[in-house]
Nanobody
Framework: EVQLVESGGGLAQPGGSLSLSCAASGFTFSSRWMYWVRQAPGKGLEWVSSISAGGGGTYYLDSVKGRFTISRDNAKNTLYLRLNSLKTEDTAMYYC????????RGQGTQVTVSS
């Protein structure tokens, strides 16, 4: 059974930082590209970032480029997303996913950016 379990969300002030983690199991994590997607209140799912199977290729939504960093530890079957210089518009439920559309995703972790 595929499981993706996110953690690390919370409340941050504008300009602050958070670190998200996603523990993966039930599939060969090290052979798959992985993704972070998010869903803001009242909006659809939005792709945020991708990372290649080996971790050497990373891609970002333009609005988070330079602020967010995706990484992975294949030995620990864990995906990460470091969120820096947070903005109020980053407020959303964040999901790790096996596909870029988020069809196979975890339960999510809430990120709220507010002063």
């Amino acid at each position: 059974e595929v499981q993706l379990v996110e953690s690390g969300g919370g409340l941050a002030q504008p300009g602050g930082s958070l670190s998200l983690s996603c523990a993966a199991s039930g599939f060969t994590f090290s052979s798959r590209w992985m993704y972070w997607v998010r869903q803001a209140p009242g909006k659809g799912l939005e792709w945020v970032s991708s990372i290649s199977a080996g971790g050497g290729g990373t891609y970002y939504l333009d609005s988070v480029k330079g602020r967010f960093t995706i990484s992975r530890d294949n030995a620990k079957n864990t995906l990460y997303l470091r969120l820096n210089s947070l903005k109020t518009e980053d407020t959303a439920m964040y999901y790790c996913a096996k596909d870029s559309r988020g069809l196979s995703r975890g339960q999510g972790t809430q990120v709220t950016v507010s002063s």
